[in-house]
């Protein structure tokens, strides 16, 4: 292999992962927006509320 085109495959691994850190999210989670609380809030031992 030439030196050039190690340089070139150097230069591109590090340029795709330059790309994937800076790049937009490829996350494909559902918006679920807020959710509300439905549980029971638990009894305070202290009284002085």
Not at 10 to 37: K, L, M
């Amino acid at each position: 292999m030439s030196i050039y085109k190690v340089f070139d495959s150097v230069t591109q691994f590090f340029s795709e992962a330059v790309a994937r850190i800076f790049g937009p999210t490829d996350d494909a989670y559902p918006q679920t927006g807020v959710q509300p609380f439905e549980g029971d809030l638990p009894e305070s031992k202290k009284s002085d509320w």
